[in-house]
């Protein structure tokens, strides 16, 4: 019998995995209740109940206890573990805003007054972007971004003028 809940417990377990939380909707709304940890919990109780029969010689209800230990401990921390990656902090969104300052490259000249493109880095990805300068600037000269007109548009400067 542990062996068919531990069975039970692990397809459970995975299939709560592959196809992220389906048992949730018939779950109730418990922080600590989810897919994952009843199939964790399902699987050692059946693994340390089969375990302390098979190998102690253990009764029955010895066997269930030992099981419902481990399961309820194995739950407990799968529950921690799940609600402490919830809750793991990450970096802000990248805004059109968080340009200023940035520096980058011109990939398509800017005349002065006029409009080029440049290469930017943006939450570390290349971002191209529609440029306006003061001075002219040929491609491959680092430029620095002074101010943000739009989320495309922005006004650069070389970098070596704006940091002299």
Known sequence: MFGVVGVVGALVLVVSLVFDDA???ALPEAGWISGPVIGACAAVFGLVGWVAQAQFDAPTPIAAAAGIAGGVAIGWSTGRLALALMRTPTDATP???SLVGAEGRVVTPVRGGGLGEVVVGLG???VKLTATAEADLPVGTRVTVVAVHSSTK????S???FWS
């Not at 922005?154 to 400067?157: Q, R």
């Open 95 to 97: 805004t059109a805003a």
């Open 154 to 157: 922005v006004l650069v400067e």
């Open 23 to 25: 048992l949730d909707a």
């Open 159 to 161: 970098t070596d003028r």
């Open 124 to 126: 570390g990805a290349p």
